[in-house]
């Protein structure tokens, strides 16, 4: 597989650029995953970041390099979070002016953190549903007032500044035989996979995103980069409805598999990451350990590199994540339930329908009318998933009529 690209892109000048100024974040063996995937598995903890995230890699790379009348003008980005986070701490460190846009729907958490990491250095601007409805009001402020853009990922001094995750990587672990990437617009993925191509040809690399956001996915499918009609806006920081061209052209060169993972995989993935090793990861950051499940027979007996890219999560999004990890590991369920029109029916199903281990977790009437006797919207959450089957039949032989909500996507976002 070639590595040959157009671009001119200086990995070990970038790297020499943000000595000072980044944190060399550590490349840590883990054992509970390499247990759980029969091979040696390592986590480059770019969540310990100084902006806990890899983004203001490439932002301060690029902004660095601006003249000095691009500086005096100032700089305008649009980002999810993670990039504006790395540019407001790029322009207080270099002492210029930024106007940072942001989509309405960004988490308060990354909101408040880049006016900290800014600190009096930038305005933010709150607009749009999506990334890219936000980038094209950035876009056009930019020529407005005669600014400079600095794209969150399609340049090459980005690319350039994300690479050096790979130059580290490498200088930690040079014989690494895989290293799993999450991609949104694919910057960290062209540069750090640009990178590790040319010091080891042999070297596996795979990209990976949500299922909601597969641009790089279809991309490639593709052969060219494509705009998607809709995304899950869940993995904020890797949900782009069109990859970066220069990033495209050098994924397509240099990845050897894309992957998606389902949400819900991706929460559970999360989950599991806090609880057995007290890492706190965003959804994006999470997206490398997530795969694992789905690429185990690749990676088995390999050393394994996963880059976890962010760990800006919101306290708040944390119940909707264990709830979407239980409806993906199958432990969750909604019904809506008709109960048999005699006494004692709801004592029935406590006692005879529900197992010893099932939980009701919500309940409440429909129809405010017909309270004690209408249908209710039930959610059960079980032990196990193979408990599932035993629950219905009970339901069955007890005559309650009831409707899977899960089954149904279109009821279960109205009702649930």
Known sequence: ?????????????????????????????????SDRFDCEIYLK?????????YKLRGAYNMISQLNEDQMRRGIVCASAGNHAQGVAFSCKKLGIRGVIFMPEITPNQKVKQTQMFGNGSIDIILVGDTFDDCLKEALAYTEE????????????????GQGTVGVEIYEDLPDAEVVIMPIGGGGLAAGAGTYLKQQNPNIILAGVEPEGAPSM????????????????????????????????????????????????????????LYNEDAI???PAGALSVAVLDLYKEQIRGKKVVCIISGGNNDIDRMQDIKEQSLLYEGLKHYFIVRFPQRPGALKLFVSEVLGPHDDITRFEFIKKTERESG???VGIELRSADD?????????????????????QTLFEYLV
């Open 280 to 282: 706190v990861v965003e």
């Open 1 to 33: 597989m070639s590595t040959e690209t157009k671009y001119h892109l200086d990995f070990e000048s970038a790297a020499q650029r943000l000595k000072g100024v980044i944190r060399r974040t550590p490349l840590e063996f883990n054992q509970v995953l």
């Open 388 to 408: 599932y089957k035993a629950l219905l039949e009970r339901m069955e032989a007890n005559r309650f009529e009831v409707i899977e909500i899960n089954r149904d």
């Open 145 to 160: 007032h005669g600014m400079t853009f600095v794209p969150p990922f399609d340049n090459e001094r980005i690319v350039e």
């Open 45 to 53: 903890r770019e969540d310990l970041q100084v902006v806990r995230s």
């Open 375 to 377: 249908p209710a919207l």
């Open 217 to 272: 996915f279809m991309a490639l499918e593709a052969g060219e980069p494509i705009t998607l009609a809709k995304v899950n806006r869940f993995v904020d920081g890797a949900s782009v409805k069109r990859v970066g061209s220069i990033n495209f052209e050098i994924c397509q060169q240099i990845l050897d598999d894309m992957l998606t993972v389902p949400e819900g995989k991706i929460c559970t993935a999360m989950l599991k």
